[in-house]
């Protein structure tokens, strides 16, 4: 059996200034110490303008926390793309990870199943993780279409892939009516999609692929419930948003104390 390894990452969203992000980042390297950091990958996703010193101050400290940004452009190289920020400039800044296609993109920039996958693409061709979020709004979990609706968006998002390419991607599972509102699914409704994601991955890409990429739940994880959501076969590590903006409640769901 493939053994993955856990991946807890905290989107800061539109939050925190660089100098407030720095605190965060130390608060967090510190209330890390003595953790079992071995078994769990943590990662931290702030706005791109605090990225600099988030990489400062983990390389300084050796602080065991990877880091990424929260959008990439889908355009690859350099060109005349005003308020864009490409792959390259990511890697260069010794990213790991970028979000693409968070529900909040979805909602607030249009971004559709074309754009996420062109991203996608664009992420990997550079060397970069991309975390793909997928997930269905209310409407979609009232009429039971959660599974078909997120399949949807994986399949679009993951298009024209090669098995070694989906194997170098993170699926982050996020039911937009859990995002931010307090509601958490249950670790059931949970592992219903994060297990359909997976059985999907073998359908479109091989075993391998299927066995190895990391499927994550997001969507209100605290402390308090990050134990039960982890002990579903499934789920592979949790993006966390708000939960994540506090250095010991991000640590204690990062390790799921
Ligand atoms: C998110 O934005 O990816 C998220 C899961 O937010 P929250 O944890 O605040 O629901």
């Not at 979805?106 to 664009?122: C, L, M, P, S």
Request: proline share 3%; aromatic share 6%; glycine share 12%.
């Amino acid at each position: 059996m493939t053994t993955r390894t856990p991946l807890m990452a905290g989107n800061w969203k539109m939050n925190l200034d660089y100098k407030q992000g720095l605190s965060l980042v130390e608060d967090l390297g510190d209330a890390l110490k003595g953790g079992d950091t071995d078994a769990v990958e943590v990662a931290v996703i702030p706005p791109f303008v605090d990225i600099r010193t988030v990489q400062t101050a983990i390389d300084a400290n050796k602080y065991p926390i990877a880091y990424g940004a929260q959008d990439l452009s889908e355009h690859i190289g350099t060109g005349a793309y005003t308020g864009e920020v490409s792959g390259e400039m990511l890697t260069a800044l010794g990213c790991t990870y970028v979000l693409v296609g968070h529900s909040e993109r979805r909602q607030y920039h249009g971004e559709d199943e074309n754009i996420t996958n062109a991203k996608v693409k664009a992420a990997i061709a550079v060397g970069l993780t991309p975390i793909l979020c997928v997930g269905e709004g209310l409407d979609e979990r009232k009429a039971g279409k959660q599974v078909e609706y997120t399949l949807a968006q994986l399949e679009g998002g993951l298009e024209g892939l090669s098995n070694e390419d989906a194997g170098r991607v993170v699926i982050a599972y996020e039911p937009v009516w859990a995002i931010g509102t307090g509601e958490v699914a249950t670790p059931e409704d949970a592992q219903e999609v994060c297990g359909a994601i997976r059985d999907a991955l073998g359908g479109l890409f091989d075993d391998e692929v299927k066995e190895t990429v990391r499927v994550l739940y997001g969507g209100s994880v605290k402390s308090s419930n990050v134990g039960e959501i982890m002990a579903k076969d499934d789920v592979d590590g949790a993006l966390v948003g708000g939960a994540s903006l506090k250095a010991d409640e991000f640590a204690k769901i990062a390790l799921y104390q």
